[in-house]
């Protein structure tokens, strides 16, 4: 008798889910667009007024730095090609541009003096233009961004980053908050803080592992929270907009099925996503962070107290609940162990797990890693701000992108459809080519190739952007040559014909006997 049942509703999945790809149709109103950040792309480096950010000086001092030993001077020229730049966008069918204002060409004296009106300008035709291709603006205030003049006080170690970066955003959200309706404060604070102030593998004056990497991050979160709160009180009753911090974290499996293992990977997502979200939703960093640098500082180093520095109860109640949207930018899935090999003083150590990459994982590590966000955190609206694949291969016939993406999205269309997620959107790093902050120009990770040998940066969509742009105008995965929604795949519908289908059919089979 039961045999009808399960027989339908087999049928129905597999008429669903023909192969492991998930094609059911994306809601139209899921957001998807593409990411370019302002010293990444913009070039254009000393022009207008701007004077140099922590970047500029850095790249300019150390040539040797990156491997191809090049800088962002000129990189993709976007500061030059805002009209090119949008009609791409749109010609793409993407409904959102995720990018960042260069904060030294709004101030150029970092924090006093005159906001510059040429840079300002500059940004109000670009979100202008960009609102009228129905194109939503989605603004970074600081990515990886900070004036050089700044950084000679100490930057993210000096607490005045708080009042610094507060003006600095009251600027931005006045100057554009009419068109700009999503704002981000900084662009993935772990990467940021360790790699500027602890380990030293983005631009940086000195570094101090172990412990700057948290003063950054403390800093941080409390400029944050006062952006958040400012745009709230003042802002957010008219332009009606959202602040939220971008998190970038990779999704993480315990090696075995050992107890040690698996505490290990969570132990590790808790220490990398948790350093930043946990403060955002529950007020403080996560106890297995607290206690792990306490423990490691008193016993094993032998100091008077913990690295981490402590939050007053007054900050915890100011800093929670300050995160609109989870943005989160996310790359790669990896096993973690227990296996504890002793690593140089810093994050990495502290965190006290072994990870090794697993080669495309996060194409099926995003569905579970978005359920061990909303899990973790309220049960959050995610909008995935930041994933790609980069290669050394620069050419135009991007099949293995084109695949990566393929597996990504019917990840989360698997999330939202049997995990039941919000995900409101995915913007694709990156738009084109452009400065890789660890690889310089050798990595491409664009949609876009450009010819960085010709003068005006001659953009050529690859394959994967005419691929990205039929996904965004049907909201279907699939990769074939359809022309509309209905005939490229079908919209997600519940079981519901087939249990019925099955119900009578069973009472049919009973009846008979
Ligand atoms: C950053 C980008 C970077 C990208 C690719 C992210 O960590 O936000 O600025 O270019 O990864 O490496």
């Not at 008219?238 to 969570?266: F, H, Y």
């Not at 995160?323 to 996310?330: E, G, P, V």
């Not at 990840?411 to 995900?423: G, K």
Request: glycine share 6%; proline share 4%; net charge neutral.
């Amino acid at each position: 008798m039961t045999y009808p049942f399960v027989i339908l509703i087999l049928v129905h999945l597999s008429t669903n889910v023909a192969t492991s790809i998930n094609n059911h149709r994306f809601p139209s109103d899921f957001l998807w667009g593409a990411s370019t950040s302002a010293f990444q792309f913009e070039g254009a480096w000393n022009e207008d007024g701007k004077t140099p950010n922590v970047w500029d000086y850095f790249l300019h001092n150390r040539p040797d730095f990156i491997p191809d030993k090049s800088n962002a001077d000129v990189s993709a020229n976007a500061y030059h090609m805002v009209k090119t730049d949008v009609e791409l966008v749109k010609s793409l069918n993407l409904k959102v541009f995720r990018t960042s204002v260069a904060w030294t060409r709004i101030l150029p004296q970092g924090n006093e003096g005159k906001p510059n009106q040429i840079a300002i300008n500059h940004y109000k035709n670009l979100f202008r233009l960009l609102k009228e291709n129905n194109i939503e603006p989605l603004v970074t205030l600081s990515h990886f961004d900070l004036p050089q003049k700044l950084s000679l006080y100490g930057g993210f170690l000096n607490s005045s980053i708080v009042e610094w970066f507060t003006n600095y955003a009251r600027i931005c959200f006045d100057n554009f908050g009419e068109d700009v309706k999503q704002w981000a404060t900084f662009n993935e604070p772990y990467i940021w803080c360790v790699g500027a102030y602890g380990v030293g593998f983005l631009a940086h004056s000195k570094t101090n592992p172990g412990f700057w990497e948290y003063t950054c991050g403390h800093n941080l979160l409390k400029a944050h929270a006062a952006v958040w709160h400012m745009y709230d009180e003042e802002f957010r009753p008219t332009q009606k907009g959202t602040v939220s911090l971008t998190n970038a974290a990779d999704w993480v499996v315990p090696k075995t099925s050992s107890i040690e293992d698996k505490e290990a990977a969570e132990r590790h997502l808790l220490f990398r996503i948790g350093w930043f979200a946990h403060p955002l939703y529950h007020g403080n960093y996560p106890s297995v962070m607290i206690e792990n640098i306490k423990n490691i500082s008193i016993n094993e180093e032998g100091r008077n107290s913990s690295r981490l520095p402590e939050f007053t109860k007054e900050e915890i109640k100011y800093i929670k609940g300050t995160n609109d949207i989870f943005y989160l930018n996310t790359y790669f899935a990896h096993y973690a162990s227990n296996v504890i090999t002793k690593l140089p003083p810093g994050f990495d150590n502290d965190i006290r797990a072994t990870i090794e990459e697993i080669p495309n994982g996060i194409t099926w590590g995003i569905r579970p890693f978005i359920s061990w966000i909303r899990k973790n955190f309220n049960n959050v609206s995610i909008m995935i701000t930041e994933n790609g694949k980069g290669s050394t291969d620069a050419g135009l016939q991007d099949h293995y992108r084109i695949d990566f993406m393929q597996k990504i999205f019917s990840s989360i269309r698997d999330s939202m459809e049997i995990d039941n997620a919000t995900v409101l959107g995915y913007t694709f790093w990156s738009l084109y080519d452009g400065f890789e902050v660890q690889y310089g120009y050798k990595m491409k990770m664009g949609l876009t190739y450009i010819d960085f040998n010709s003068n005006n940066r001659t953009r050529i969509p690859r394959q994967s952007a005419y691929y990205y742009s039929n996904v965004s105008r049907t909201g279907c995965i699939s990769n074939s040559t359809c022309v509309d929604a209905a005939s490229c795949c079908r919209a997600y519908s519940f079981p519901i014909l087939s249990i019925i289908m099955a119900i009578i059919m069973a009472v049919l089979t009973l009846c008979r006997c």
